[in-house]
């Protein structure tokens, strides 16, 4: 039998709840697996802690699947799938999109399952969900019943467990480009060609505080996609809206999606930099009464912490100064490096530079439909500030 033996005292987080097993913490490795594999993982004593997915190659060398004994087959994927789509708010119907997998958090290691409409699209992250990759695509068909699944499995943590990128109708077919339907609006999303698996549904809910707070105000989107943020603030009534994006493709979205919602005449969306753009309207002496920056993840390892906090007080700093008094600040990273008390820490040093006073309103998170394990951090990522300028 496959095991892992784990060293003295390696066991405490995965008691405590963790699902992974650093390539570190294992003393010894009987019966070897291919990668992917599944094996007991016993502590230094050899009391039995579960069974996860293994794959020696990579630094997470284990991830749990199961603190039980139970065979680990088709029923096992079947039972966790539905378990995992009748959670946290989510559908499994409808014109509307949601995450209905979340990795980890849905103890379902390194399997995402995002629902656009009619439409899956699935993504494997690791060696072992590969491997059942067919299981997982029937139990899905029978839980959901898509029109088809399209697998976004182009994402680079793939190479880390050894695995090729590639993209493309798993099972299937017809168009990739669609519409869904969130709240009152209508957004354009292009699953083969878009950022994530098409849409940035972790915003959902910070969406709808920013359609809360728009009213009346000049609305400055930068880093604004497919215009997400930016037609949530034409629908809650802004004077005006402007959104940025360096992608060419994603502006022809947003536009698309603010002619479809008849915010086309409110709505200006440009091609850009971001970080020139908010150089050159403080030139211009612009003002906005709110202000919203989503920028990609600036490091996604610990090492480029010091360089990303550099790109998030540049963007916040000038933001800060662009904002018209009372105005509002929200401010995303989804950097999981970057934790909430780095990030309001070098929000602290933005205001002060920008001799600004601001309540911080509320400090958000990720969508409901993305969970957070409280006993694994790293399926918090997201953090959203709203912060409003005394003066
Ligand atoms: N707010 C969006 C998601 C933003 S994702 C939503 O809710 O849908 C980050 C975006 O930043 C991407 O669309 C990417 O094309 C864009 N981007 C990256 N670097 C940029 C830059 N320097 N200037 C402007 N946009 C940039």
């Known amino acids: 039998m496959f095991t892992l033996r784990l060293a003295s005292g390696k066991e405490a987080r995965i008691?405590?709840?963790?699902?992974?097993?650093?390539?570190?913490?294992?003393?010894?490795?009987?019966?070897?697996?291919?990668?992917?594999?599944?094996?007991?993982?016993?502590?230094?004593?050899?009391?039995?802690?579960?069974?996860?997915?293994?794959?020696?190659?990579?630094?997470?060398?284990?991830?749990?699947?199961?603190?039980?004994?139970?065979?680990?087959?088709?029923?096992?994927?079947?039972?966790?799938i539905s378990e995992a789509v009748a959670r946290c708010g989510r559908s499994v119907k409808g014109p509307d999109a949601c995450r209905l997998v979340f990795g980890e958090a849905d103890h379902l290691p390194g399997l995402i399952v995002d629902r656009y409409s009619d439409l899956l699209v699935i993504q494997i992250l690791t060696a072992g969900m590969e491997r059942v990759r067919d299981?997982?695509?029937?139990?899905?068909?029978?839980?959901?019943?898509?029109?088809?699944?399209?697998?976004?499995?182009?994402?680079?943590?793939?190479?880390?467990?050894?695995?090729?990128?590639?993209?493309?109708?798993?099972?299937?077919?017809?168009?990739?480009?669609?519409?869904?339907?969130?709240?009152?609006?209508?957004?354009?999303?292009?699953?083969?060609?878009?950022?994530?698996?098409?849409?940035?549904?972790?915003?959902?809910?910070?969406?709808?505080?920013?359609k809360r707070l728009a009213a009346g105000r000049e609305v400055l989107d930068c880093f604004c996609y497919s215009g997400g943020f930016s037609l949530s603030a034409a629908a809650g009534g802004a004077a005006a809206v402007t959104g940025i994006d360096l992608s060419a493709e994603a502006i022809a979205w947003a536009e698309q999606s603010a002619e479809r919602n008849g915010q086309s005449s409110r709505c200006t969306f440009m091609i850009g930099n971001a970080f020139d753009a908010l150089r050159a309207f403080d030139r211009e002496g612009r003002r906005f009464g709110m202000l919203i920056l989503d920028p990609p993840a600036f490091t996604k390892g610990k090492e480029a912490l010091a360089g990303a906090l550099r790109g998030y007080k540049e963007i916040n700093l000038r933001a800060m100064k662009l904002l018209a008094p009372g105005g509002i600040l929200v401010s995303c990273s989804c950097s999981y490096h970057v934790d909430s008390p780095t990030f309001l820490g070098m929000l602290r040093g933005s205001g002060a530079d920008a001799h600004r006073e601001f309540y911080l309103r509320e400090l958000r998170t990720q969508a409901s439909d993305h969970p957070i394990l409280l006993a694994a951090k790293e399926t918090q990522y997201l953090k959203c500030a709203i912060l409003e300028a005394l003066n």
């Open 15 to 80: 008691l405590e709840g963790h699902p992974w097993i650093y390539r570190s913490e294992i003393a010894r490795v009987e019966s070897e697996g291919e990668p992917g594999a599944i094996a007991e993982v016993r502590d230094s004593r050899g009391r039995f802690l579960g069974q996860a997915m293994v794959n020696l190659k990579s630094q997470i060398a284990g991830r749990l699947l199961s603190r039980g004994e139970e065979p680990i087959d088709a029923a096992f994927f079947e039972r966790r």
């Open 135 to 210: 299981t997982i695509l029937a139990a899905l068909r029978s839980a959901i019943q898509p029109r088809a699944i399209y697998e976004r499995n182009d994402a680079s943590p793939r190479k880390l467990e050894g695995l090729e990128l590639r993209k493309g109708f798993a099972w299937g077919r017809g168009e990739t480009g669609l519409w869904i339907q969130e709240g009152d609006l209508s957004f354009f999303v292009e699953v083969a060609e878009g950022q994530k698996t098409g849409f940035f549904l972790d915003q959902r809910e910070n969406r709808q505080v920013v």
